[in-house]
């Protein structure tokens, strides 16, 4: 910061002012304050820098009120949770009843399976054709 302070000349006095040292009394801190006078271009620099300061404390206030939104999702997420174990039951309870259908189904693909193969061929019926006609040519 390169603005000038301009005093009286007490120095000792300027600095106790400046320094916001409470011991002062506060009528040497009037005083003090009377002599002191800021350039334009300090004045700028200040309002800058609050600005900037502004826009911090505003920055953080609006992060910390997403932080408290996103705090209070997790504990409603941690509440869920909790009652989630009846939704674990339900799963199980699912899974159970799939695995006993997955069973079913291979026992009904392995007895369709069982009836294709007992199905009659060409050449399975020439052969029963053929043991049904000794059969009764043997009872005759």
């Known amino acids: 910061m390169s603005g000038h302070i301009h005093g009286n000349g007490n120095s000792a006095a300027a600095d106790h002012v400046l320094n916001g040292d409470a011991d002062e009394d506060e009528a040497v801190a009037g005083e003090e304050l009377e002599d ?10 200040i309002s ?3 600005a900037q300061l502004t826009k911090v404390i505003y920055s953080l206030n609006t992060r910390n009120d997403d ?5 209070s999702a997790h504990k409603r997420a941690l509440e ?14 699912a899974r159970h009843i799939m695995k006993h259908l997955e069973a079913k189904m291979k026992a009904m693909e392995e007895d369709s399976k069982r009836r294709k193969s007992e199905k009659s ?8 054709t053929v043991v049904l006609r000794r059969h009764s040519a043997y009872q005759e």
Not at 37 to 45: G, Q, R, T
Not at 67 to 71: G, N, R, T
């Open 36 to 45: 002191l006078s800021v350039s334009p271009e300090m004045l700028f620099k």
């Open 48 to 50: 800058k820098k609050i």
């Open 67 to 71: 932080l408290e939104v996103d705090l």
């Open 80 to 93: 869920g949770a909790e009652n989630g174990s009846e939704t674990k039951k339900e799963l199980r309870k």
């Open 121 to 128: 061929t060409p050449e399975k019926q020439v052969k029963r």
